[in-house]
């Protein structure tokens, strides 16, 4: 039996805190160690054992994780696969069987990597200063004045081969990145697109002294970085 590794609720739980929007106080939540409602789904089978190209999911395989829901409550000891297809999460009960949350979840924080930000997803729940954010988890690359995220879009595609008699189903992932500042959410793919949508002269300064791959997203986030510390 598959077991969730215990946490320190503390530790964790601040870390959701801090890096997370619309977070107050750690000590004020309330926290449960196991998510179970009457309400969560249990997954009879595999539904992507016939996929034969792609994955659903944001993590292949269980990570260890904890989860701020909407009402604040954060929930800890569960190893976690988020389905972007789907835009459902998965976890595993103490029996070790597949459980999805019907509970309405804000934030996913991997607690596998320590204070890293881009161990967590948000979604529109926790974005409450954007307007008009998109539907679906994003992966939280920088935060501050600005805020970078990641946006993978899982679309399902069925073919069915020149005289095959079965269809198969191939999982396709379209990347977006997003710039959070001033209230807005908008598209951006380069170091340019960051430097228009910033309108700051030092910035603008640094971004034009960059070299390498102005799509990248390691720029990107360095860019981001950068900004914030100014």
Same mark, same amino acid.
């Given at each position: 039996?598959? /077991? ?9 739980? $601040?870390?959701?805190?801090? $890096? ?56 800890? /000891? =569960? ?26 979840? %804000? ?13 967590? $997803? ?57 710039? =959070? ?32 791959? %102005? ?16």
């Amino acid at each position: 039996m598959r /077991q969730a590794p215990h946490f320190n609720f503390m530790g964790s739980c $601040l870390m959701v805190c801090l $890096l997370t929007f619309g977070s107050t106080q750690a000590q004020d939540r309330p926290v449960r160690p196991l998510i179970m409602t009457f309400n969560d789904r249990h997954v009879e089978f595999d539904v992507w054992e016939k996929v034969v190209e792609g994955s659903p999911f944001f993590n292949a395989n269980w990570r260890p994780a904890a989860l701020l829901l909407s009402n604040g409550e954060v929930i800890e /000891q =569960l190893q976690v696969k988020v389905n972007l297809l789907e835009n459902q999460i998965h976890y595993l009960d103490p029996a070790g069987r597949e459980m999805v949350t019907m509970q309405e979840v %804000k934030s996913v924080i991997f607690l596998d990597e320590a204070n890293d930000t881009s161990a967590v $997803l948000v979604n529109r729940l926790a974005l409450t200063t954007a307007t008009a954010a998109p539907d679906g988890w994003m992966q939280l690359l920088s935060k501050g004045k600005a805020t970078l995220l990641k946006r993978m879009i899982k679309q399902d595609v069925e073919v069915k081969g020149y005289g095959a008699s079965t269809v198969v189903t191939h999982i396709n992932t379209t990347t977006q990145y997003l710039l =959070l500042f001033n209230g807005r959410i908008e598209k951006i793919q380069t170091l340019a697109d960051i430097a228009d949508r910033l309108e700051n002269a030092p910035f603008s300064t640094w971004a034009a002294k960059q070299r390498g791959d %102005k799509k990248s997203e390691e720029l990107l986030k360095k860019a981001i970085d950068y900004f914030n510390s100014l």
